[in-house]
């Protein structure tokens, strides 16, 4: 097996790459990010400001390969990775530069950080409450999420950063140091015992932050063990990924790159579905020579590559930018998989689109490309009670709705039944939505209340 894996190398490119050290730069080292020297001193204070609140973090790649400093402040990749003024509210705006500009005490100004943050939804969808599973004593089990059936979220102790902060990222509370708003496990023997016992379950989901920052040991402590016959209920093994876009050079290089083609070509070659969810937001995440190595050498392990991310103002709210993401991801042998709205968390106002313009966008891409890249879902809203697509404008009985579907629900049953909302062209959120022709409730809506209740209740 080995030698098959070492026989692809001349092959997939990796060996035109050395290793590279990794670099990286927080809100502490902004003034030691030298393309910043271009903006004004009023703009750096303004990321200084923001960078309290949300989380910030790049490194020396995204820096040298992926923004495009002649494009600063439009740039995309400037946008997806570093602070500005407009996602703050200006009343949370004001009152941080003002404590800033005036030195405050510590705690004064941490106190009015930490009220900032929660005043900004930090566990969206009830994330905390409602999708925490029990062992039999009825303890939580922290770092796991069952909500879906068939599908079980995993998230990593040692994954719970990643190589680089979106700027719009849905889990930045995890980001941020607060102990409170952390999800997360060490407990490998946890996900084992759980997984065990629940054989309904096919496909685990191993996520973050980014569990591809983990040392490819602590992935393998993970993951070998459902090599075992008991888990052969777990047909599928995801894990959810920025890296091939923040550091390719973990699929490159090094040692421990070597390693975990190894452990990926060990699980396919088992009879797992391995799939790596890929995040990407625009084509440009794909136009480096590191980032295309990185993919082929993904790819020959065995392992598929999907593409997901979210529909986001500022960075790729065109039609021109999905369509060629997704020809890009297709030619590169990536499966576009789900474009998502941005959820009703952090800074959600600087980056939601309505989600009118989210579905014209999505049909004006689609419309674009072939087939093969016709298999992106969406505009999908990950919802407390499931994953919701808008399917389309339309008019029935003269009254202009959006038709909507659950693409995934808390109940399965709720899947694939087409439901219609009063149409709203400000609405960027499920909750901001009614039912249409004067109903109501929606279909679902007492069912997902008692679950609701019941699950709060434990
Ligand atoms: C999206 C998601 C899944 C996976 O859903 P698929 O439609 O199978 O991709 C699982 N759990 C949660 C909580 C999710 O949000
Ligand atoms: S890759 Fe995902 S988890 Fe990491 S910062 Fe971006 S959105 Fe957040």
Redesign the pocket.
């Known amino acids: 097996m080995n030698a098959q894996v070492h026989a692809l190398k001349p092959l997939d490119g990796a060996s035109l790459f050395d290793p590279v050290p990794f670099k990286v730069y927080t809100q502490r080292d902004l003034d030691r990010i030298a393309p910043l020297a271009r903006l004004s001193p009023e703009q750096r204070f303004e990321m200084k400001v923001v960078s309290s609140v949300l989380p910030f973090r790049v490194n020396q790649y995204v820096i040298d390969e992926l923004i495009d400093w002649r494009q600063v402040p439009d740039d995309p990749i400037f946008q997806l990775t570093f602070p500005q003024r407009g996602m703050l509210a200006p009343e949370h705006y004001d009152r941080i530069a003002a404590l800033l500009r005036a030195e405050a005490p510590k705690d004064e100004l941490e106190r009015a950080i930490d009220e900032v943050r929660h005043a900004l939804n930090p566990h969206p969808a009830d994330q905390m409450q409602m999708?925490m599973p029990v062992d039999d004593e009825g303890h939580r089990l922290d770092g796991m999420?069952h909500?879906?059936r068939?599908?079980v979220?995993f998230f990593p102790s040692q994954g719970q950063t990643c190589h680089a902060y979106c700027t719009f990222c849905f889990r930045w509370a995890q980001f941020v140091g607060d102990k409170d708003l952390r999800i997360a496990s060490s407990e490998a023997s946890a996900l084992h015992a759980y997984l065990r016992q629940h054989t309904e379950v096919t496909?685990l989901?191993v996520t973050g932050g980014d569990p591809m920052v983990m040392k490819t040991r602590h992935l393998r402590d993970y993951l070998e063990p459902l090599l075992q016959p008991e888990f052969d209920h777990i047909q599928t093994i995801r894990i959810g990924s920025k890296a091939l876009t923040f550091w390719p050079h973990r699929f490159l290089g090094a040692d421990d790159a070597d390693d975990l083609m190894r452990l990926l070509a060990q699980l396919v070659e088992s009879g797992k579905h391995v799939a790596l969810m890929a995040h990407y937001n625009h084509w440009k995440e794909l136009d480096t020579d590191a980032a295309q190595a990185a993919i082929r050498r993904v790819r020959a392990t065995g392992v598929v590559i999907r593409a997901q991310g979210p529909l986001i103002a500022h960075i790729n709210d065109d039609p021109a930018v999905w369509a060629k993401l997704w020809k890009m991801e297709v030619k590169l042998g990536i499966v576009p998989y789900?474009m998502f709205v941005e959820r009703d968390t952090g800074a959600r106002n600087y980056f939601e689109v309505p989600l009118v313009r989210a579905w014209e966008i999505y049909q004006q891409a689609i419309q674009q490309v072939s087939g093969l890249a016709r298999t992106a879902r969406g505009p999908s809203m990950?919802a407390s009670p499931g994953?919701v697509e808008i399917q389309g404008v339309t008019e029935i009985a003269g009254e202009k709705v959006f038709v909507l579907r659950f693409?995934?629900g808390r109940n399965p049953d709720w899947v694939q039944r087409p439901f219609f909302a009063k149409y709203d062209d400000k609405a960027t959120w499920l909750d901001q939505l009614v039912p249409a022709f004067g109903e109501e409730k929606w279909f679902w809506q007492d069912e997902y209340q008692s679950i609701r209740a019941q699950k709060l209740a434990t």
């Open positions: 999708n999420q909500k879906y068939e599908t979220l496909d989901l789900y990950s994953k693409i995934q």
